[in-house]
């Protein structure tokens, strides 16, 4: 048998998550996008509080001295692609970043956006804490990937706390006999782990279900018998989330052929490397 735990006993202690409060804000990325754009941002300072009538004066003088200054005008409004296309005050469609060519053009931007609102009525202080804000907000977004980096983060704490040789992120050419197993495909794995043998992981996590389970568990198959030539080597699949309900028919299958383990049995996978004769 190739996992020792029953598979639906595998699939009733898939956790709820595997987040903690770190998880949800990568603040350093979002001091660091707010850093890049800082000295537009000191700039467009100069707008603020100005009066709506005076506006349009104000950003002709600014874009004559500092024209650069406008070309962060997209992430006011929480936007990163300059490319988005939008419908113009005329019905035209546009590029956004077609706003930023001129001072009347970079007018009719603040104008149309309701950002003459803000800067006018000084609820502003600082453009710099504002587009903090934002990378914050925008940062929710990116939640999604990290949720796999929590998962590989986890690992690599469990393991250095067991005192286990590792790398992480090797790629299959390190293992020349091995890698003739895979042809053309450079694969990378999430850890190799050293002992008696030599284990070779794959770590994910879902918390929610979608087609790209059914097709990472199909891979995995796939990938699982190009090992069972080598006595020294082992391929291991660390696996969880609720997701899996949604395509559990699938994992199901592969549980058949592939090891695998999840965060409640984890504990028996780090035995089995210490252990292995």
Same mark, same amino acid.
């Given at each position: 048998?190739?996992?020792?735990?029953?598979?639906?006993?595998?699939?009733?202690?898939?956790?709820?998550?595997?987040?903690?409060?770190?998880?949800?804000?990568?603040?350093?990325?979002?001091l660091d996008k707010k850093d890049e754009i800082s000295i537009?941002?000191? @700039?467009?300072?100069?707008?603020?509080?100005?009066?709506?009538?005076?506006?349009?004066?104000?950003?002709? @003088?600014?874009?004559?001295?500092?024209?650069?200054?406008?070309?962060?005008?997209?992430?006011?409004?929480?936007?990163?692609?300059?490319?988005?296309?939008?419908?113009?005050?005329?019905?035209?469609?546009?590029?956004?970043?077609?706003?930023?060519?001129?001072?009347?053009?970079?007018?009719?931007?603040?104008?149309?956006?309701?950002?003459?609102?803000?800067?006018?009525?000084?609820?502003?202080?600082?453009?710099?804490?504002?587009?903090?804000?934002?990378?914050?907000g925008l940062d929710t977004n990116a939640r999604k990937n990290?949720?796999?980096t929590a998962m590989e983060n986890m690992l690599s704490n469990?393991?250095?706390? @067991?005192?286990?040789?590792?790398?992480?992120?090797?790629?299959?050419?390190?293992?020349?006999?091995?890698?003739?197993?895979?042809?053309?495909?450079?694969?990378?794995?999430?850890?190799?782990?050293?002992?008696?043998?030599?284990?070779?992981?794959?770590?994910?996590?879902?918390?929610?279900?979608?087609?790209?389970?059914?097709?990472?568990?199909?891979?995995?198959?796939?990938?699982?018998?190009?090992?069972?030539?080598?006595?020294?080597?082992?391929?291991?699949?660390?696996?969880?989330?609720?997701?899996?309900?949604?395509?559990?028919?699938?994992?199901?299958?592969?549980?058949?052929?592939?090891?695998?383990?999840?965060?409640?049995?984890?504990?028996?996978?780090?035995?089995?490397?210490?252990?292995?004769?």
């Open positions: 048998m190739i996992n020792k735990l029953n598979f639906d006993d595998f699939l009733n202690t898939l956790q709820d998550t595997n987040r903690n409060l770190a998880f949800y804000v990568d603040w350093q990325k979002c537009c941002l000191n @700039h467009l300072n100069f707008l603020l509080g100005v009066a709506k009538t005076e506006m349009k004066a104000k950003i002709t @003088h600014l874009f004559n001295e500092y024209p650069k200054a406008f070309s962060c005008l997209n992430i006011l409004i929480a936007v990163r692609d300059k490319n988005e296309k939008l419908f113009d005050n005329k019905g035209n469609i546009c590029g956004l970043k077609s706003y930023f060519d001129s001072a009347e053009k970079v007018f009719d931007f603040i104008n149309e956006s309701g950002l003459i609102e803000i800067f006018a009525n000084l609820k502003i202080k600082d453009l710099n804490d504002y587009v903090f804000g934002i990378e914050v990290r949720s796999g469990e393991f250095s706390r @067991h005192n286990l040789k590792f790398e992480e992120q090797v790629e299959v050419n390190k293992f020349i006999d091995l890698n003739s197993n895979f042809g053309d495909d450079l694969k990378r794995f999430d850890f190799v782990i050293y002992g008696k043998k030599t284990y070779f992981i794959e770590c994910n996590f879902y918390s929610t279900g979608g087609s790209k389970l059914n097709e990472v568990a199909r891979s995995y198959q796939e990938i699982s018998p190009k090992f069972n030539s080598f006595s020294n080597y082992e391929f291991i699949w660390i696996t969880d989330g609720k997701g899996w309900f949604d395509a559990k028919n699938k994992l199901r299958e592969a549980y058949n052929i592939v090891r695998i383990y999840n965060l409640s049995n984890l504990s028996d996978f780090i035995y089995k490397v210490k252990n292995d004769k």
